[in-house]
């Protein structure tokens, strides 16, 4: 099946997953991290298979532990966060934009990720919400193994202008709906749709609220 889908793993050795829909057609595509091969991001098609995205600064292999996938800084594109673990020497967590376009395939591009990168980080799991009630995502990473290290806690400092989202869906009976789709529209951002992952990474769990960054 996974063949036939196009997201067969020669590799055997994923870590990480996060399930978003990047460009905009309200399908899920995944993004797949791999110790021992390339880290993909998979599009779906129209007849329900997968296509690979990932440019060659996106799919170098890395010691990934968690992938964060949203919008951090509040302007509607998605950014994919890899959350390492360095455990044979310094690896630092990485930043991507992925940014939509017309008739075409997203454009991917890496950011600079700040304090975050952490290259001696011993990351064991990550996630994203809204601490302080500002409207932007914070960024948790715990840390683990061997290494009696602190949680850590960053702010983002770019989109601080930017409108936002938050919906929290829930079931007829009153648990959160993990697997939701939930869509917004706005007549500047066009549709905007967000899924609730129930996790992507080792050791942690998506909070089940839907985040859209709004453009007027």
Request: no cysteine; proline share 5%; charged share 20%.
């Given at each position: 099946m996974a063949g036939q889908a196009g997201v067969q793993d020669q590799f055997q050795h994923g870590r990480g997953v996060a399930l978003a829909d990047f460009n905009g057609d309200g399908k899920t595509d995944i993004v797949y991290g791999n110790w021992n091969g390339p880290h993909r991001?998979?599009?779906?098609?129209?007849?329900?298979?997968?296509?690979?995205?990932?440019?060659?600064?996106?799919?170098?292999?890395?010691?990934?532990?968690?992938?964060?996938?949203?919008?951090?800084?509040?302007?509607?594109?998605?950014?994919?966060?890899?959350?390492?673990?360095?455990?044979?020497?310094?690896?630092?967590?990485?930043?991507?934009?992925?940014?939509?376009?017309?008739?075409?395939?997203?454009?991917?591009?890496?950011?600079?990720?700040?304090?975050?990168?952490?290259?001696?980080?011993?990351?064991?799991?990550?996630?994203?919400?809204?601490?302080?009630?500002?409207?932007?995502?914070?960024?948790?990473?715990?840390?683990?193994?061997?290494?009696?290290?602190?949680?850590?806690?960053?702010?983002?400092?770019q989109g601080s202008s930017n409108n936002w989202l938050r919906v929290v869906p829930r079931t007829q009976f009153g648990a959160f709906a993990r697997g939701a789709k939930v869509t917004a529209f706005t007549n500047h951002s066009g549709a905007l749709t967000r899924i609730i992952d129930g996790g992507s990474g080792y050791l942690c769990e998506m909070e089940p609220v839907a985040h859209f960054g709004l453009v007027w």
């Open positions: 991001l998979f599009l779906q098609t129209s007849d329900s298979k997968f296509h690979n995205i990932a440019n060659s600064q996106f799919a170098a292999p890395s010691p990934i532990r968690t992938i964060i996938a949203a919008d951090l800084d509040n302007d509607k594109e998605l950014e994919v966060f890899f959350n390492n673990i360095a455990y044979r020497g310094n690896a630092p967590n990485r930043l991507f934009r992925v940014s939509r376009k017309s008739n075409a395939d997203p454009s991917i591009q890496e950011l600079n990720v700040g304090d975050a990168a952490e290259p001696q980080g011993r990351g064991t799991g990550g996630t994203v919400t809204d601490l302080d009630g500002d409207g932007q995502l914070d960024l948790l990473l715990a840390h683990g193994e061997s290494a009696q290290q602190p949680i850590s806690v960053f702010k983002v400092t």
